[in-house]
């Protein structure tokens, strides 16, 4: 098997940090992965994708393993739905590209999302109003210390708020192969509700929005708001919004009567950690070469030349502050290596 050594991870990560893999293997193929697993029993694995939910802080002594499976298929066709195939390895936004090009509706809103297809189970990724569950239909995955292949439906996943069983029970256990979703044919289900989605298709005049409408408004926020990795490093949200008791908020409100909030529960409502941050003062704030975004403040920035460590001192600062200001704890979204 061909393995690499001392490999630059910093094209394969979106914060661009510049550590490398002291064994790294480029995986193009179920077969080869097998064999590898097999082959390297004995070493531990790092899996890595599309490198979009990572901050790297060390270089990796694990074998990389570097999932480059591709491939679309539809696998079946009834009514107003169909079953489409993709493997691990296929870049996410691209996927959703090719979705809409052929007609298949309900992941338009999802459009942009940086990472691969293998990766969107993981943290059951979600933007505006939609969530990777609302569509999945069941995953493939091999198991890395007996290489058996397992189908997972839906309640396998225990999908939840950026959670899965892949990062709680079977976190490192298993490495998904591929992803087959729930799509529409027809009668496409739209989903308007996120309130920037309306405006953003009326400033762009459309009154009956297809899909490609809600993708391109989507394309429109996120690009507003969110920094191109391949301009400015970056891992999309760092944080993930905190739930907090409803007793808690309304004490918050008593204090900041502008803070934002969404019921969860009858006890429970989730705040935008973006707002916190941003009154906490981090907002485009810049360290050196490292930062909080200044659009979104959810978001931390690699200018170029930064270190993990760096940013994840950052992180440390961020959130001992907000524990500080308004006692809530905000938990990391990306995986800190
Ligand atoms: N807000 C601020 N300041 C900021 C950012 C946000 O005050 O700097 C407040 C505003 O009140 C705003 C609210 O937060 O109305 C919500 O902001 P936004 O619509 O940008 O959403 P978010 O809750 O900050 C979540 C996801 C994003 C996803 C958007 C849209 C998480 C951790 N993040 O952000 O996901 O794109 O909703 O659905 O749930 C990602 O995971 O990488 C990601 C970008």
């Known amino acids: 098997m061909n393995l690499q050594h001392q490999v630059s991870l910093k094209p394969h990560n979106t914060f661009g940090i510049a550590v490398s893999a002291n064994d790294y293997c480029n995986i193009t193929s179920i077969d080869q992965l097998e064999t590898v697993l097999r082959d390297y029993k004995n070493k531990n694995v790092f899996v890595l994708g599309g490198g979009s939910n990572l901050l790297l802080t060390k270089d990796i002594e694990d074998l990389v393993l570097h999932i480059n499976i591709k491939g679309i298929e539809v696998l079946a066709q009834q009514n107003h739905t169909a079953l489409v195939k993709a493997q691990a390895g296929e870049n996410w936004h691209e996927f959703v590209l090719w979705c809409i090009e052929h007609n298949y509706g309900g992941i338009e809103n999802l459009s942009l999302i940086p990472g691969n297809v293998g990766a969107s189970p993981i943290q059951n990724i979600g933007a505006y109003g939609v969530e990777l569950k609302d569509v999945f239909h069941s995953c493939e995955a091999i198991h890395i210390e007996d290489q058996s292949i397992r189908t997972f439906n839906a309640d396998d996943c225990q999908f939840d708020y950026r959670q899965s069983i892949f990062k709680g029970a079977l976190k490192n256990k298993y490495i998904i192969t591929s992803v087959t979703f729930k799509l529409t044919t027809s009668h496409h289900k739209l989903n308007l509700d996120y309130g920037a989605i309306k405006t953003q298709l009326q400033q762009m005049k459309v009154q009956e929005p297809t899909i490609k409408d809600i993708s391109n408004a989507v394309i429109a926020i996120r690009q507003s708001k969110l920094p191109d990795p391949k301009d400015i490093g970056n891992s999309g949200s760092f944080?993930?919004?905190?739930?907090?008791?409803?007793?808690?908020?309304q004490k918050l409100?008593?204090?900041?009567?502008?803070?934002?909030?969404?019921?969860?529960?009858?006890?429970?409502?989730?705040?935008?950690?973006?707002?916190?941050?941003?009154?906490a003062g981090f907002k485009g704030k810049r360290f050196n070469d490292y930062g909080v975004h200044k659009n979104q403040a959810l978001v931390l920035v690699?200018?170029?030349?930064?270190?993990?460590?760096?940013?994840?001192?950052?992180?440390?600062?961020?959130?001992?502050?907000v524990k500080r200001l308004f006692n809530i704890d905000i938990e990391t979204e990306v995986n800190i290596i």
């Open 302 to 321: 690699n200018y170029g030349n930064a270190s993990g460590s760096d940013i994840y001192n950052l992180a440390l600062l961020i959130q001992k502050t």
């Open 253 to 279: 409100q008593d204090q900041f009567s502008d803070i934002p909030g969404y019921t969860v529960s009858e006890t429970e409502v989730k705040v935008p950690a973006g707002w916190l941050i941003e009154k």
């Open 239 to 249: 944080f993930k919004n905190p739930v907090i008791t409803t007793a808690q908020y």
